[in-house]
């Protein structure tokens, strides 16, 4: 499938009450504060952390590829009463009405696009959409191979409704030369006698940080900073990477 159409249906669904982790609002506040508005945050799914970016008073819009996730974080931004604009867009297809001093991800969510052809076109249209002054966040990760105990395992929750939702990994490929870790992900849902059961295959594509900042360069931006997750600069061994881009003079 198209790993743009990964979160939709029964997986939009389950990725709430599923999430493992939420991403620390606080950093990408400080980041929004620091580079400027307006912002933009791309893969903004289901509303973490944009909705706490505009419950703050930040001028943060959002754009991702699945209108599942949209039409969620729509909802929860009712919900609350905070007003919300998101688009309907691919990364790497962006053309969007304005430019930002701010464009970022919340996470590594960059990998999810499936090669560097991709990646290319994408940080092309975050180029395009950049001020002159702007800067863009782009948090990168290598991942590991799932442990082996991890396969088969089922985590479970609850939804609204009463219903039993599950996910778990049946089976995982690895190819370093392509830098592409594929997992099939079981996502299930049991609701009395009615049960729906999907099987994606969800793709990482990681990138070593030359071929980063090659990709980057070629897209006319210059990397400004390497940083791990706590904003210190990164060691060479580091597979948790910030990176900081400003379009090239």
Known sequence: MD???FYTGIVAEIYGPLKSF???PERYAAFVEQAGV???EL???DGDPLLELRRRGLEVEGVDSSADMLERLRRRAGEQRIPVTVFHQRM???DLPRRYRAVFLAGPTFTLLPDDATALAALRRIRAHLTDDGTALVPLFIPGPT???QMGHVRTATSPDGAELRVSVVAEQRDEQARTQTALLRYERHHGSESSV???PWVLHWYPRDV???LATAAGLAVTAVTDQHGKPAPADETDLHFRLQPAA
């Open 43 to 45: 893969g903004c799914g």
């Open 212 to 214: 980063f900042g090659r």
């Open 38 to 40: 307006p912002a933009l």
């Open 147 to 149: 442990p082996i105990e």
């Open 3 to 5: 790993p743009a159409d």
């Open 92 to 94: 790497q297809a962006l």
């Open 22 to 24: 939420s991403q620390d």
């Open 198 to 200: 999907v099987e994606r």
